[in-house]
């Protein structure tokens, strides 16, 4: 498998290899309502340890959010998207 880069010269000076998974993850929805909204737990889990945590999250799916919209009042202080992209280059399409 080829590995993914992450591409940040200015923080890493070079081309790093994005982490993968340690092992095989499983994807669910925590709200049945929205399924095209996943998460990813570790396939390697205990059955009862994975059975716990599904809970947990389906419990607590209100906490997490999936898009900038759902966190009304969040100051872009404390949270904001940017690209690290050098203006000098050229868009490619």
């Not at 498998?1 to 092992?23: D, F």
């Not at 709200?31 to 205990?46: C, K, T, W, Y």
């Amino acid at each position: 498998m080829t590995p993914k880069y992450l591409i940040n010269p200015c923080k890493y000076g070079s081309h790093q290899p994005r982490p993968e998974p340690a092992t095989e993850v499983v994807e669910f929805p925590p709200d049945s309502s929205r399924p095209e909204r996943l998460v990813r737990i570790g396939n390697a889990l205990a059955p009862s340890a994975k059975e716990i945590i599904i809970s947990l999250l389906q419990q607590y799916q209100d906490v997490f959010t999936f898009e900038p919209s759902e966190m009304p009042g969040i100051t872009l202080d404390v949270m904001q998207h940017r690209l690290n992209v050098d203006s000098s280059h050229k868009s490619v399409i």
